[in-house]
């Protein structure tokens, strides 16, 4: 069930939309400062700063089959909060349209990633690529399994083909299991060394997949250019970094979520970017299958 509200320029109706945006507000697990809650209705809210034309796309938004189908219903319980997101996720998937996610907390990016994966008909192309400045590779934290800090040891349960960008933080023992299991990441160091130009060509040829799942935690961003943030981590991506993957990434990608803005922070700073990133990651997407 879904609560209606809008985001600019997401003009259909359900049943005549390709992409279906919707808001997740929840954040009951963060650790270090809660808010990303109030994120989908503040992006919601700063979409309305932007031109709908996109001059590199040479496409308008207005003209663009999205619906806002609002937020989901969330429960003070994370584990029921992913069975509600899994079985709208899966819906929307069902009925063939595109689902973008607006969190709240990373934890959330579990449920739309099952629902795509249970419904790809090809689950062994079946892959996630992960921007973010954690591991996220426990197992569980502070004794809760679906704790924020876990989501992406979930995400290797459901598939290999795996890639995170812009890791810069994690305990000791997810930087050890990462390198002995043969987790695939770029730090955010590799990012400045090598290019991000060179990241994504190895990162995609890596997934080599065209049922890639894209979770943007917007703290792979460095806190200079997105300090509203749940955690934030010095020395990370550029804004035109993230801007970058998901322009490349996106015409391969069967599903997109942002998570992790607390716009309470900066004055909703970063949920103009965010926003702004969701909107060329539409372009982007949309422009890839014209």
């Known amino acids: 069930m879904f609560i209606p509200t809008t985001f600019c320029d997401a003009n259909y109706e359900y049943d005549d939309a390709d992409y279906v945006i919707f808001g997740a507000p929840f954040d009951n697990t963060s650790s270090f400062r809660a808010g990303s809650r109030w994120a989908p209705d503040e992006m919601r809210k700063v979409s309305a700063n932007f031109e709908p034309y996109n001059p590199k796309y040479d496409l308008d938004m207005t003209y663009m089959p999205i619906c806002d189908a609002g937020n989901v219903l969330v429960s003070a319980d994370i584990d029921e909060t992913l069975e509600w ?51 996220d590779l426990r197992e ?26 812009g890791i810069r933080s994690g305990a000791k023992e997810e930087w050890d299991y990462a390198r002995e299991t043969g987790v695939k990441y770029y730090t955010a160091d590799d990012v400045y060394e090598m290019g991000i130009s060179k990241v994504i060509q190895e990162a995609l040829k890596y997934l080599d997949s065209k049922h890639v799942y894209l979770s943007l935690d917007m703290d792979a961003v ?51 970017l965010a ?7 539409i372009f982007a997407h949309y422009a890839s299958k014209q």
């Not at 801007?243 to 990608?253: F, G, H, I, K, S």
Request: glycine share 6%.
């Open 222 to 272: 460095d806190p200079a250019y997105c300090a509203g943030l749940g955690t934030p981590e010095p020395f990370g991506m550029t804004d035109r970094d993230v801007r970058e993957v998901l322009r490349q990434a996106a015409p391969y990608t069967i599903g997109f979520d942002v998570v992790e803005i607390a716009p309470e922070y900066d004055n909703s700073i970063s949920a103009v």
């Open 140 to 165: 569980d934290f502070r004794g809760q399994k679906n704790n924020h800090a876990c989501v992406s040891h979930h995400i290797l349960n459901i598939t290999k083909k795996y890639v995170t960008i």
């Open 85 to 135: 997101i899994y079985e709208d996720v899966q819906r929307i998937v069902a009925d063939g349209k595109f689902p973008i996610m607006m969190g709240g907390e990373h934890s959330l990016s579990y449920a739309p990633i099952k629902a795509c994966y249970d419904a790809c008909d090809d689950k062994d192309d079946f892959a996630v690529l992960v921007l973010d400045a954690h591991f």
């Open 275 to 281: 926003a702004k990133l969701m909107r060329e990651f």
